[in-house]
């Protein structure tokens, strides 16, 4: 079956460092990617998506391209900032699907000053 | 406008005892998901209703997992009787349409079974 895999954190970064969290799917069809991030004590949010090959997803200074030649949608960050601390989720949903997400395992980031 | 509201946001429970879920969703989403996140493990999806109809529940675990959507507002998610492996966060989410970008989560439920 369709699947997601993320890299396992934590990851540590200071402030102002690049940032990838790499993130690679395994599906039947043309599914939609999504990354999803969870800032503390609040619900997921949807950070950014593509939704077919070649697409790039950007927000908030986050960026992700859906490479289908390397089934990947790394997340990348020219320049962290310590609000930018949270849990990072990659998901897929199948072409055609009514929301069912797939989603990877989650990345907690977290930025220090 | 409220968005997607979940409570209880914790519970602790003894192995063996019910806990019942409650999600409301944006006032005007006709879809609505519950999602379960294990031991920090990945999210997996449990079932979706579309109004008061059950369209998937194809995550469902077993049959000690009851949810319902009586007049197709909120919903509530029953584990009863709860098993230590039930722990984790119980997510809910809702739409107004099918598209997944316009998919909107609450902040869960963390649950306990000791």
């Known amino acids: 079956g369709d699947s997601v895999t993320q890299m396992e954190g934590p990851v540590t970064l200071s402030e102002e460092a690049f940032l990838t969290i790499n993130c690679t799917y395994t599906a039947t069809g043309y599914p939609s990617l999504f990354w999803y991030v969870q800032y503390p004590g609040e619900g997921l949010q949807l950070l950014l998506k593509a939704t077919k090959a070649d697409d790039k997803g950007s927000n908030k200074g986050f960026e992700a391209t859906y490479r289908k030649e390397t089934t990947s949608f790394h997340l990348e960050k020219g320049s962290v900032q310590v609000s930018d601390s949270a849990v990072y989720f990659c998901?897929?949903?199948?072409?055609?699907?009514?929301?069912?997400?797939?989603f990877g395992a989650g990345t907690r980031l977290a930025v220090h000053p | 406008e409220a968005g997607v509201t979940q409570f209880p946001s914790h519970s602790v429970i003894e192995k063996g005892q019910t806990v019942t879920l409650r999600c409301d969703p944006i006032s005007g989403h006709d879809n609505l998901y519950w999602y379960r996140r294990v031991m920090g493990k990945e999210i997996k999806f449990l079932l979706h209703f579309v109004k008061e109809s059950k369209q998937d529940e194809s995550g469902m675990p077993n049959n000690r997992f009851l949810a319902e959507r009586t007049g197709g507002t909120y919903s509530t998610l029953k584990v009863q009787p709860a098993e230590l492996e039930d722990s984790g966060v119980y997510f809910c989410?809702?739409?107004?349409?099918?598209?997944?970008?316009?998919?909107?989560f609450g902040s869960g439920t963390q649950l306990s079974v000791l």
């Open positions: 989410a809702s739409s107004q349409r099918p598209g997944a970008t316009a998919l909107f």
């Open positions: 998901a897929l949903s199948e072409s055609g699907g009514y929301n069912k997400l797939i």
